[in-house]
């Protein structure tokens, strides 16, 4: 059975850092990604990270929120620097695309994690 879980999130003041954990259980997964959810019907791409260590961003966290994993401890891993008030959302990572034109695209994602709130007070 596959479990994403991610523990962190939190409330942060504007300029702060945060970091973002998703460890998965079942299996290991070639691309592993997070995405966000503001209140509003659509989640938003941050960021994604191929088994190579390849790593793309969304233009808004480029330069700010950098993603890594461990193999061995089958994680992937988000820091968030120079948080703003418009990052605050509900964070998920999801697990799945094998392949990099899917990695943008949450419907290309088959497994997710609960969510965790992050809040940036200006």
């Known amino acids: 059975q596959v479990q994403l879980v991610e523990p962190g999130g939190g409330l942060v003041q504007a300029g702060g850092s945060l970091s973002l954990s998703c460890a998965a259980s079942g299996r290991a997964f070639i691309s592993m990604g997070w995405f966000r959810q503001a209140p509003g019907p659509e989640r938003e791409f941050v960021a994604a990270i191929r088994w190579s260590g390849d790593a793309y961003y969304s233009h808004s966290v480029k330069g700010r929120f950098p993603i890594s994993r461990d193999h061995a401890k089958n994680t992937v891993y988000l820091r968030m620097n120079n948080l703003k008030p418009e990052d605050t959302a509900v964070y998920s990572c999801?697990?799945?695309?094998?392949?990099?034109?899917?990695?943008?695209?949450?419907?290309?994602?088959?497994?997710w994690g609960q969510g965790t709130q992050v809040t940036v007070s200006s």
């Open positions: 999801a697990a799945g695309p094998g392949t990099v034109a899917g990695l943008r695209d949450q419907y290309q994602y088959r497994y």
